[in-house]
């Protein structure tokens, strides 16, 4: 994904392999400067002093030009990586069918999550982790080479000790980390009640429960508290072994470099040179072990972001080979045999063997208790889901032989929590048809009985909605999503509880726009209040996933007791009363 920016990439290495080069060789002149401590010639000390000051500026010019390549570069690199791996990721998301939406570890906190974090470490990996591997690399084989090269002896001792130094940098690095990182986990059920309580003060300040609140939260702390003191002895422990380890090393080095200048192998300019080379390279490699946590966790974000943008998506929206529809479609629904359960629940059958005709501009009511499977239907008719077992035919023609995407133009849908964006009244109507013009939009307002409150407005159509609509009321919003839907002028019009969280008043003025929109769509429309629904073509009762009785109003109430219509209007006439 990364191979448009191969000449980023390669600039990069070149910027990290100099900058990984620069780091011996200036561990090799700091060796060699401290030899101008033991000259007993002025003017000697003096030259010698200005060529090791020409060395370091010239070293510290060519590491700011490393260091700009390597990090500028990988940067640019890793930035359009990102880019393109969250608008992959989104395009994906927005492709794949509801079912997946549905399991708890998709939720859309989870799904922003992965796109906020997951697709940055993914940035993190490839730019800052690969850039600092490859300059450790580079750094640690040149200072062997060149420790080797300035006394073997001392330096295949220094070198057979390096791991225990490594081990004591990487082990000091790496419990520093685990501990944050344990410490957090073990703090996140405080946090999450803390959160709560934040989020919910109102309730907590009208039931007085803030000793309560304080008490739990303090209860949450007692594990994170043992956690920590764990931890501690733990920690104490390896900075003890950490710096015991660093110090013995250099003890033994001097030691030992000692022992070979008495027997005239060494001389002093040469061990201060070997030191120096391989005392650094222990940090560093040291510093690229302790990200193999973080490689591990980028590792892990890898797979998390493949696992998206390798998905293929059960209900595929863009179908090459699907039935187009050009101008529009009749609007004739049929329901053959529909046996249908929720992926994330498939112990729980919600449709069994259900069958219903939808004639083309009727409206058909579907009534029922909770639960019996009205809403499903709705879900199914938009094709958010497929059924397991049975068909459903548009206009005669399998649902699955549809371009869905294509499909869904002809198909609105207004649920009992309308969904409205942060945007303008505008923007949120337009949401309906793109190219709408201003006569259309404000066409669709009046009929969604919605363009007299929006003038009344100060803004008027500009008016800011808030984040889901917060800026408005239940009855504006609905009347809102309306007008989205009037304006999309569809052929089949679903409308699922569309006034039942509303009251009497803002209920009538959705309902007279309901009426108006109604004529000439086939409508399905999923009611409580069964007020509402009278004046319907048909009425169709669900229960247990089954059509039980279909007619209209008064053929229903015609059975009489034994009908299941009449017991609910019955039932919901009691509760009036």
Same mark, same amino acid.
């Given at each position: 994904m990364n191979a448009p920016e191969w000449k980023r990439t390669l600039l990069g290495c070149l910027g990290a392999a100099g900058f990984g080069t620069i780091q011996p060789v200036h561990a090799y002149c700091l060796g060699s400067m401290i030899s101008a401590?033991? $000259?007993?010639?002025? *003017?000697?000390?003096?030259?010698? !002093?200005?060529?090791?000051? $020409?060395?370091?500026?010239?070293? #510290?010019?060519? *590491?700011? $030009?490393?260091?700009?390549?390597? /990090?500028?570069? &990988?940067?640019?690199?890793?930035?359009?990586? !990102?880019?393109? %791996?969250?608008?992959?990721?989104?395009?994906?998301?927005?492709?794949?069918e509801v079912g997946w939406f549905d399991q708890d570890e998709n939720t859309s906190a989870e799904v922003c999550a992965r796109l906020a974090t997951e697709a940055n470490m993914g940035r993190s990996l490839v730019g800052d982790r690969m850039s600092m591997l490859l300059q450790v690399f580079v750094s640690a084989s040149v200072s062997f080479v060149f420790a080797l090269a300035v006394t073997w002896r001392l330096s295949i001792v220094m070198?057979?000790?390096?791991?225990?130094?490594?081990?004591?940098?990487? *082990?000091?690095? %790496?419990?520093? @980390?685990?501990?944050?990182?344990?410490?957090?986990?073990?703090?996140?059920?405080?946090?999450?009640? +803390?959160?709560?309580?934040?989020?919910?003060h109102r309730t907590i300040t009208a039931f007085s429960s803030q000793e309560r609140i304080l008490d739990l939260f303090a209860a949450t702390l007692k594990g994170p508290r043992r956690e920590s003191v764990k931890q501690s002895w733990f920690s104490g422990l390896g900075f003890f072994s950490s710096q015991f380890l660093? !110090?013995? +090393?250099?003890?033994?080095?001097?030691?030992?470099?000692?022992?070979?200048?008495?027997?005239?192998?060494?001389?002093? @300019?040469?061990?201060?040179?070997? &030191? &120096?080379?391989?005392?650094?390279?222990?940090?560093?490699?040291?510093? +690229? #072990?302790?990200?193999?946590?973080d490689l591990a966790r980028g590792g892990s974000a890898i797979r998390s972001v493949f696992a998206i943008l390798d998905r293929k998506t059960e209900i595929e929206p863009e179908d090459p080979k699907g039935i187009q529809v050009r101008k529009t479609i009749r609007g004739?629904?049929?329901?053959?045999? %529909?046996?249908?359960?929720? =992926?994330?629940?498939?112990?729980?059958?919600?449709?069994?063997?259900?069958?219903?005709?939808?004639?083309?501009?009727?409206?058909?009511?579907?009534?029922?208790?909770?639960?019996? #499977?009205?809403? !499903?239907?709705?879900?199914?008719?938009?094709?958010?889901?497929? =059924?397991?077992?049975?068909?459903?035919? $548009?206009?005669?023609?399998?649902?699955?032989?549809?371009?869905?995407?294509?499909?869904?133009? /002809?198909?609105?849908?207004?649920?009992?929590e309308p969904t409205l964006f942060g945007g303008s009244i505008r923007q949120n109507i337009i949401y309906g048809k793109e190219n709408a013009t201003e006569a259309e939009i404000r066409? +669709?307002?009046?009929?969604?009985?919605? /363009?007299?409150?929006?003038?009344?407005?100060?803004?008027?159509?500009?008016?800011?909605? #808030?984040?889901r609509g917060v800026q408005l009321s239940g009855g504006q919003k609905q009347r809102i999503a309306l007008a989205r839907a009037i304006l999309k002028n569809p052929a089949i019009l679903l409308l699922d509880e569309a006034t039942s969280a509303l009251d009497s008043m803002s209920e009538s003025l959705v309902q007279e726009a309901l009426e108006k929109m109604m004529v000439g769509r086939t409508c399905v429309v999923v009611a409580h209040r069964l007020s509402t629904i009278q004046k319907s073509d048909s009425i169709a009762v669900i229960n247990n996933g089954k059509v039980v009785e279909q007619g209209s109003h008064s053929d229903l109430l015609a059975m009489g007791h034994q009908g299941s219509y009449y017991s609910l209007i019955k039932l919901q006439r009691g509760h009036s009363h």
């Open positions: 401590y033991f $000259i007993n010639n002025n *003017s000697e000390l003096k030259s010698q !002093t200005r060529f090791y000051c $020409i060395i370091f500026l010239s070293l #510290g010019v060519l *590491s700011f $030009i490393a260091n700009l390549l390597q /990090h500028y570069n &990988f940067a640019i690199m890793g930035e359009r990586l !990102t880019k393109r %791996v969250r608008e992959k990721m989104l395009e994906n998301v927005c492709s794949f070198i057979a000790i390096q791991p225990l130094v490594v081990a004591s940098f990487y *082990s000091r690095s %790496v419990l520093m @980390k685990s501990m944050s990182g344990k410490a957090k986990k073990a703090q996140n059920e405080g946090s999450q009640l +803390a959160s709560e309580a934040v989020v919910n660093t !110090t013995s +090393a250099i003890a033994m080095t001097y030691w030992y470099g000692g022992r070979l200048m008495n027997k005239g192998l060494l001389n002093y @300019k040469q061990l201060f040179q070997a &030191f &120096f080379i391989l005392m650094s390279t222990g940090k560093n490699i040291a510093d +690229a #072990g302790s990200m193999t946590s004739r629904i049929e329901l053959k045999n %529909v046996s249908f359960y929720y =992926p994330s629940r498939p112990e729980q059958m919600i449709l069994q063997g259900l069958s219903l005709k939808i004639e083309a501009g009727k409206t058909v009511a579907l009534v029922g208790q909770s639960g019996s #499977g009205k809403s !499903t239907i709705i879900g199914l008719v938009a094709r958010f889901y497929d =059924p397991f077992k049975g068909s459903i035919l $548009i206009d005669d023609q399998e649902i699955k032989s549809y371009n869905l995407r294509n499909l869904r133009m /002809h198909i609105a849908l207004v649920s009992q066409k +669709a307002a009046t009929l969604a009985n919605a /363009h007299e409150f929006i003038s009344s407005m100060k803004d008027g159509y500009e008016t800011y909605c #808030g984040e």
